[in-house]
C-alpha cells in the first residue's frame, strides 16, 4: 500500500456489499456486484478489453443460464491475501480475483465520483 493511501481503519460486510471505512475517515460502499464486474484477474480484464466475438445466429429467445447465475450475486467468502489484499469467493463460484487494498480504494473514488463504468 502506497504512503497516500491511508490504511482500512474497517471492514465490513452484509450481503449486497462491502463497507471500507479508511483511517483517513472516508467510507466506501462498494456493491458485489461492483467488484464482480470489476475483478482484477487476468481472466475478467482480458474479456473487459476484448469486444465479444460476432455471432450469425440470432439470440434464443430461451437463453439458458446455470443456477449460479440465476441466483443474486453475493459472496461465500472474503479472506485476507497478506497485508495488503483480499481474495473473495463470489457465489457465481468465481475465486480468481486478488483485491489490493489500493485498487479498492481506487474503486470507491471513482464511485463517489460517479465515474465507475
Not at 456486484?33 to 429467445?61: I, M, Y
Amino acid at each position: 500500500m502506497t504512503d497516500d493511501i491511508p490504511p482500512p481503519r474497517s471492514i465490513k460486510a452484509d450481503p449486497q456489499a462491502l463497507y471500507i471505512e479508511w483511517q483517513d475517515g472516508i467510507t466506501h460502499r462498494l456493491t458485489w456486484r461492483l467488484l464482480r464486474d470489476r475483478c482484477p484477474c487476468a481472466t475478467c480484464r482480458e474479456k473487459r478489453n476484448n469486444p465479444p466475438a460476432p455471432t450469425t445466429e440470432p439470440a434464443s429467445p430461451l437463453q439458458v443460464i446455470s443456477p449460479e447465475e440465476a441466483r443474486p450475486l453475493t459472496v461465500r467468502s472474503m479472506t485476507p491475501v497478506g497485508n495488503y489484499a483480499y481474495g473473495i469467493d463470489f457465489t457465481d463460484g468465481h475465486t480468481t480475483g486478488i483485491y489490493q487494498l489500493t485498487y479498492l480504494r481506487e474503486l470507491g473514488e471513482e464511485q463517489a465520483a460517479g465515474t465507475t463504468p
